[in-house]
């Protein structure tokens, strides 16, 4: 579906809802609920709830669901991103400097130093409460042998950066660069008639379309009328929307 087409898709459910009793929704507050509703969708696919579900490939389809903004590297689409800094055996590497707007980590993998050795490890992300246990831990702590690292994801060093940061620990090696793979924040829809509030828009260019996979639109759609039957205040159908929706995933 195209944006132009969720719009008109949006128009038919949503006025059976209110019967046409409320005022219509400007296109620029439907692709603000549009983006709410791809939002929430996606973190629904991540597992971001900590569900029994939980897990984007916990079942097919939301592998499925969210392949398009699966990063991987390395490749073309996401090189090999360099340490900023280090101290000691910790190397900061921070998420401004990956290709594309970063959400979830799903993978992380890195190029690693030892004298004349160099290799490809695993690097293995850890809750902060658990890092000092793990990097004492001889099953679990960094090796550069048995090709493990461990990594945490934090504030950056540079106040100025509010994307943060991954900080990778090793033990007496080095990590020359890390190869993330994660979903990226999808795109932010915009049907090109009006100018956007953060100025990213004006009228005049191209529409932004939605870079999830085709067979999700009509799903985000509902989900975005569901929100609108919240904020119009039609519990019912709101109910029997979530249901659908739950059937989907």
Known sequence: MTLTEWHYDFNIKIDKVDSLSKRNFTP???DWIFNEAIGLFVKQRYGTNNSKKAGFESIQKRTDDL???QIKSPS???PGVVPVRHQGDVYEFRISDFAYPYWFLTRLTGEAGS????KTITIRQVQHDDLSIALEDEFYKPNFTWGEALAVEARSDETSDKKGSIYVYTDNFEIRKIYPEYIKKP???WIGT???LDGQYTVGQPIVECD???HT???IVDLAVAECSRIIENPNFAQLKQQKLLTNE
Do not use: I
């Open 28 to 30: 620029a507050e439907k």
């Open 67 to 69: 392949k398009t903004l």
């Open 76 to 78: 073309a689409q996401q």
């Open 115 to 118: 004298g004349e050795c160099v």
């Open 187 to 189: 795109n932010k829809v």
């Open 194 to 196: 009006y100018n956007s």
């Open 212 to 214: 999830l996979p085709e």
């Open 217 to 219: 639109h009509s799903e």
